[in-house]
């Protein structure tokens, strides 16, 4: 069965510092990845996705992540965190079986000092 | 593009009772999602459709019930009330169910207390 574990529920930064929100998953098959965000109040919104092809995915507002199969993650980074970047970020499995479900991580919230 | 809208944005509901939340997108897309987001959790899903007239369960499908009756509507029943069912819950659409070329685009969400 497929999994996902966000490493630290709650991660704080200073503006202007690295961002790495942190991604494991459980797989027998390399899956679909996602990285989406949610502000307050306000639904999901995807940041990135790894489909297939290259292992390092940009994405929307400078994030980005790797897939690395060896360690099956999918770290979120960015290199400067800017204060409009806190908000809640969820990382998402789905198989290649062609089923529906999406397995999603509990979230980590991102606080940014300024 | 209005997206996807959700109403209403927040309801308290007694034990017991029922109501409806309505979800509906002007983008017309195929696929239709019902999620819940409990507090700490991902979100789970628990119910999808993939057109008109055709709907299937998802992880957590028990005391809800869904009905597809035109691609822009997705409208979720809940029948009796329970605690449990205390909640966020997010519609969501998508033109694909290919997740290499669909992205679900999420409504704002229903809060849901039920006391």
């Known amino acids: 069965a497929q999994s996902v574990t966000q490493l630290g529920s709650h991660v704080s930064v200073s503006e202007g510092a690295l961002v790495l929100l942190r991604c494991n998953y459980s797989s027998s098959v390399p899956p679909y990845l996602f990285w989406y965000v949610q502000y307050p109040n306000q639904g999901l919104q995807l940041l990135l996705k790894y489909t297939t092809g290259a292992t390092l995915v940009k994405g929307i507002n400078g994030f980005e992540a790797e897939f690395k199969k060896s360690e099956t993650s999918f770290h979120l980074t960015k290199p400067s965190a800017h204060m409009s970047d806190a908000a809640e970020y969820f990382c998402?499995?789905?198989?290649?079986?062609?089923?529906?479900?999406?397995?999603f991580g509990a979230g980590t919230r991102l606080f940014v000092k300024a | 593009n209005a997206g996807v809208t959700q109403t209403p944005k927040f309801r308290i509901l007694k034990i017991g009772q029922s109501m409806t939340l309505q979800c509906t997108q002007d983008m017309n897309h195929n696929y239709m999602y019902w999620y819940r987001q409990d507090p700490g959790m991902g979100l789970k899903l628990i119910y999808y459709s993939v057109g008109a007239g055709i709907t299937d369960k998802g992880e957590v499908p028990n005391g809800y019930n869904v009905s597809r009756s035109t691609t822009e509507d997705f409208p979720l029943r809940l029948e009796l009330a329970a605690p449990s069912q205390t909640s966020v819950y997010f519609c969501a659409s998508s033109t694909s169910r290919n997740p290499a070329q669909e992205t679900q685009y999420f409504g704002p969400g229903t809060r849901l207390l039920v006391l």
């Open positions: 998402a499995v789905r198989g290649r079986g062609g089923g529906f479900k999406t397995i």
